[in-house]
T-cell receptor, first 114, second 111 residues
Framework: NAGVTQTPKFQVLKTGQSMTLQCAQD?????MYWYRQDPGMGLRLIYY???????DKGEVPNGYNVSRLNKREFSLRLESAAPSQTSVYFC?????????????FGQGTRLTVV | DAKTTQPNSMESNEEEPVHLPCNHS???????IHWYRQLPSQGPEYVIH???SNVNNRMASLAIAEDRKSSTLILHRATLRDAAVYYC????????????FGTGTRLKVLA
């Protein structure tokens, strides 16, 4: 079982470049999330999608855009990368049903902006 | 969103029980209490969750105070593989189903 798959695993960008982080889940989950984790810190929510066709801002959305392409895929785009966006990015998914509330995380994308 | 407070770090000896505390004094009646852990260089993984009653699974037990303002994650016999950062988070079942993480507790297991 693949679970939550993130690509790429590592990326180095120059300031001002753009890129899209890809996330796909094969568990038929309705909800998907993007988090960032800075060194020594907890995870902070960037954006989330409660269901296909909807997206909402989390704690730290500035500088990012998202697309819920279909039920399986949720991408995160950096339009003009900045050094402050150097971080590890995690995608997660969960079933919306309140009786089944476990979230599954990908292995992360380590992004460095120079 | 309700907030959680956890100690920054804790230590335990291998094969001994570990009690990881979490305070959530502003919890609402609909908030589920969730615990996740993050092993080094990995994404978080689910450990356990509960609403009002104590919960047990193969990984751990969750003890919830009667007033629900605090909870404790119990690892019955710590192993070296349990060394991780443990996060206590609240999920609002009537809200937008988003998880908000705090800084967690870093558990060190001594051989």
């Amino acid at each position: 079982n693949a679970g939550v798959t993130q690509t790429p695993k590592f990326q180095v960008l120059k300031t001002g470049q753009s890129m899209t982080l890809q996330c796909a889940q094969d568990m038929n989950h309705n909800s998907m999330y993007w988090y960032r984790q800075d060194p020594g810190m907890g995870l902070r929510l960037i954006y989330y999608s409660a269901s296909e066709g909807t997206t909402d801002k989390g704690e730290v959305p500035n500088g990012y855009n998202v697309s819920r392409l279909n039920k399986r895929e949720f991408s995160l785009r950096l339009e003009s990368a900045a050094p402050s966006q150097t971080s590890v990015y995690f995608c997660a998914s969960s079933v919306r049903d309140i009786l089944n509330t476990e979230a599954f995380f990908g292995q992360g994308t380590r992004l460095t902006v120079v | 969103d309700a907030k959680t407070t956890q100690p920054n770090s804790m230590e335990s000896n291998e094969e001994e029980p570990v009690h990881l505390p979490c305070n959530h004094s502003t919890i609402s009646g609909t908030d589920y209490i969730h615990w996740y852990r993050q092993l080094p260089s990995q994404g978080p993984e689910y450990v356990i969750h509960g609403l009002t009653s104590n919960v047990n699974n193969r990984m751990a037990s969750l003890a919830i105070a009667e007033d629900r303002k605090s909870s404790t994650l119990i690892l019955h016999r710590a192993t070296l593989r349990d060394a991780a950062v443990y996060y206590c988070i609240l999920r609002d079942a009537e809200g937008t189903y988003k998880y908000i993480f705090g800084t967690g507790t870093r558990l060190k297991v001594l051989a």
